[in-house]
């Protein structure tokens, strides 16, 4: 999401809200009200995160190198709150996350500045983690459980059948089809509950082993045993 997006969605940058230090907003963009050359566009005052923000260097009022802007926090109110800096290697070889307030970000040209920090006290402060995704935020979680709800209307149209006498299906097929079901939507289910429980550095796996679970699902749907 860029500053221009921001603007949009009615997000206001606590580092642009407070100055940026002072200077002028810069122009993140224009949106064209049509093809034309000759029609008009709106000017969007402020930065793009993308553009002049993440990924960039950031420095103390001495221009040493701090580390590099890697994420910005945006709080329920729609401020962004928070600068996500990732320090730089030290002769330990270690590296770290630190969450910076952003009223403390100045922009001087081209440059992110924080100048009341500096790399060594940044290093003692404690390490940012990201919080791991919910189910909610999941589109894989999503389709996954969308899966099971379908999983259990098909479980529940062949225990009706089941009970109906088979409707011309041998009963052996249909308690075997309804086992595989249930089993392949319990795999889903326990994958989903373990990456709710999984921290931030392993909850991509278990996203990725609650995909195969799906697809798993998914087969065992459009092709029943016989």
Same mark, same amino acid.
């Given at each position: 999401?860029?500053?221009?997006?921001?603007?949009? $969605?009615?997000?206001?940058?606590?580092?642009?809200?407070?100055?940026?230090?002072?200077?002028?907003?810069?122009?993140?963009?224009?949106?064209?009200?049509?093809?034309?050359?000759?029609?008009?566009?709106?000017?969007?005052?402020?930065?793009?995160?993308?553009?002049?923000?993440?990924?960039?260097?950031?420095?103390?009022?001495?221009?040493?190198?701090?580390?590099?802007? $890697?994420?910005?926090?945006?709080?329920?109110?729609?401020?962004?709150?928070? %600068?996500?800096? =990732?320090?730089?290697?030290?002769?330990?070889?270690?590296?770290?996350?630190?969450?910076?307030?952003?009223?403390?970000?100045?922009?001087?040209?081209?440059?992110?500045?924080?100048?009341?920090?500096?790399? =060594?006290?940044?290093?003692?402060?404690?390490?940012?983690?990201?919080?791991?995704?919910?189910?909610?935020?999941?589109?894989?979680? =999503?389709?996954?459980?969308?899966?099971?709800?379908?999983?259990?209307?098909?479980?529940?149209? %062949? =225990?009706?059948?089941?009970?109906?006498?088979?409707?011309?299906?041998?009963?052996?097929?249909?308690?075997?089809?309804?086992?595989?079901?249930?089993?392949?939507?319990?795999?889903?289910?326990?994958?989903?509950?373990?990456?709710?429980?999984?921290?931030?550095?392993?909850?991509?796996?278990?996203?990725?082993?609650?995909?195969?679970?799906?697809?798993?699902?998914?087969?065992?749907?459009?092709?029943?045993?016989?």
């Amino acid at each position: 999401m860029t500053i221009r997006h921001f603007a949009r $969605l009615g997000l206001v940058p606590a580092f642009i809200a407070a100055g940026a230090g002072g200077a002028v907003a810069q122009v993140a963009g224009v949106t064209r009200a049509g093809a034309a050359l000759t029609q008009t566009g709106q000017l969007i005052s402020g930065w793009s995160a993308k553009q002049s923000i993440l990924g960039q260097a950031v420095y103390d009022a001495s221009g040493e190198r701090i580390g590099r802007a $890697l994420d910005l926090i945006v709080a329920p109110d729609r401020r962004v709150t928070f %600068l996500i800096v =990732e320090i730089g290697a030290f002769p330990s070889g270690s590296r770290h996350l630190v969450a910076v307030p952003a009223s403390q970000l100045v922009v001087r040209g081209a440059r992110l500045v924080l100048p009341d920090a500096d790399r =060594e006290a940044l290093a003692l402060q404690p390490a940012f983690v990201h919080a791991p995704v919910t189910r909610t935020q999941s589109a894989i979680v =999503e389709q996954a459980l969308q899966d099971v709800d379908r999983a259990g209307r098909t479980i529940a149209r %062949l =225990e009706r059948q089941l009970a109906q006498g088979g409707g011309g299906e041998p009963r052996a097929n249909l308690e075997r089809q309804i086992l595989v079901l249930r089993q392949a939507s319990q795999a889903v289910e326990q994958k989903v509950a373990e990456m709710d429980a999984a921290d931030a550095d392993h909850w991509q796996t278990v996203e990725a082993q609650v995909g195969q679970a799906s697809a798993r699902l998914r087969s065992a749907m459009r092709n029943p045993p016989a």
